[in-house]
């Protein structure tokens, strides 16, 4: 457990496969949609659970992912499997590592379900029914499709559109350049 008290003394690292993982830093698309879809799961959700963001999801010794968003039925420490209803991870720069990383690891540790919002594309990649390293069910959905959290069937679906920062905010670069004349 050292490993997990590390994980608070460094926030842009994650603990997978007790390989302590740095983080990607984030771009402002990626913070609007993490926003947005906080946003949207709080409004629809009950006291019941909670929506934990960009917090240690502590599957075991070894792992401690940092999912951007967390449905949990957890309401004190961090989350785990077993109070986990959905993941969320928002990619940009991370697609890949969040597809062959991330979503075997939560598949293994039974996660019901897990969505990739795809920044690029402007897509959701929904996860459902865990088996082994894999998910049985797969959808991809486009604006205006909507998603539904299969745990939560009685909150509304979201439109996928909602979730996404504007499209000319998706383009923006993260960094900006400031003029020396304009001082």
Do not use: F
Request: charged content about 25%; overall charge negative; proline content about 10%.
């Amino acid at each position: 457990m050292a490993e997990a008290d590390m994980l608070r003394k460094h926030e842009n690292v994650e603990l997978i496969d007790g390989q302590l993982i740095p983080m990607s830093p984030v771009g402002d698309p990626h913070v609007s949609c993490v926003n947005h879809l906080t946003r949207l799961l709080v409004e629809r959700t009950t006291s019941n659970v909670m929506v934990s963001v960009q917090n240690p999801l502590r599957i075991d010794a070894h792992n401690a992912p940092e999912p951007d968003v967390v449905v949990t039925t957890q309401h004190d420490g961090a989350p785990t499997p077993a109070t986990t209803l959905l993941v969320v991870e928002v990619s940009d720069t991370t697609l890949t590592y969040d597809r062959d990383v991330k979503l075997p690891l939560y598949a293994e540790a039974e996660i019901p379900e897990v969505w990739i919002v795809n920044l690029e594309a402007r897509q959701v990649e929904v996860y459902r029914d865990p088996s082994g390293p894999d998910y049985t069910v797969r959808l991809l959905r486009d604006a205006p499709a909507t998603v539904d959290v299969a745990a939560l069937p009685d909150i509304a679906p979201m439109a996928v559109s909602s979730m996404l920062p504007p499209e000319d905010a998706a383009n923006a670069s993260p960094e900006r350049t400031i003029d020396s004349d304009s001082t």
